[in-house]
């Protein structure tokens, strides 16, 4: 009976846990400071809240994050997906936002690139008819072209930082397809540094992130059994 009641006391803390995080999200109106812009990062593909979006693009904006470049792994994948899934209102979002400085354009651009939209596309050409910045330019005329964007449920994974760009996608839109990419890269049969690299960052990411996230945490446990006996052997590991 003891270890009854121990067993769902532990349990009761694990899905607390699990729904925190997620419920401070849910209780948001604004984005206007680093834990809400983190929140919104993290948690909204659990609650597609669009009043936040432009909240957040001004935020960023306004803060200078975007100047940032280590977090254009994180912006860009998260926002293109926001982006993708929501054409029609990107002409609204970015009325809303003035004097865009060129970190802005160069880190929104690339996000407007990979959601592939014909009102993306238009916001690009405008930036390219505001700048003066002749490199800028440069880049943007290349992300109006036709260029191919990639996709990170395809590509392969040769760049540590290809798995932040997975986890941003995530975030974004709840895809699990991306998840079971991060899955797979925790097989431990790696040669190469980066194969390494890769194989240690995606195995730290997913037990990090399903301590946090029940939809992370119960995709895992749900797919036990269903890899190789190194990756099953791992993802027992998350549950214990």
Same mark, same amino acid.
Not at 99 to 105: E, H, P, S
Not at 226 to 229: E, G, L, R
């Given at each position: 009976m003891k270890k009854t009641i121990y067993f769902l006391v532990f349990s009761f803390c694990i899905v607390s846990n699990l729904f925190a995080q997620e419920s401070k999200y849910k209780a948001l109106t604004d984005v206007s400071t680093g834990e809400e812009l983190n929140l !919104?990062? /993290?948690?909204?593909?659990t609650n597609s809240n669009l009043d936040l979006v432009p909240k957040a693009l001004r935020y960023i904006h306004v803060k200078k994050i975007n100047s940032n470049k280590e977090t254009e792994r994180h912006i860009v994948p998260f926002f293109a997906q926001v982006? @993708? *899934?929501n054409d029609d209102k990107?002409? /609204?979002w970015f009325e809303e936002l003035?004097?865009?400085? +060129?970190? +802005?354009?160069y880190i929104f651009s690339h996000a407007l690139f990979l959601s592939g939209g014909s009102n993306a596309k238009k916001v690009i050409h405008k930036f390219l008819d505001s700048t003066d910045n002749d490199e800028l330019k440069q880049v943007l005329t290349k992300l109006s072209s036709d260029r191919q964007a990639i996709d990170l449920r395809t590509i392969p994974l040769t760049n540590p930082i290809y798995l932040d760009m997975i986890w941003s996608s995530f975030f974004a839109t709840g895809d699990v397809s991306y998840l079971d990419?991060?899955?797979l890269a925790t097989d431990s049969n790696k040669k190469t540094v980066d194969e390494i690299l890769i194989y240690s960052a995606a195995r730290w990411s997913l037990k990090a992130v399903a301590k946090d996230h029940k939809n992370v945490f119960d995709f895992c446990i749900s797919k036990k059994g @269903?890899?190789? @006996?190194d990756i099953? *052997? !791992?993802l027992n590991d998350i549950e214990s």
């Open positions: !919104f990062l /993290s948690y909204y593909y982006f @993708k *899934a990107i002409p /609204s003035q004097n865009l400085t +060129d970190d +802005d354009m990419r991060l899955i @269903k890899y190789s @006996k099953n *052997a !791992f």
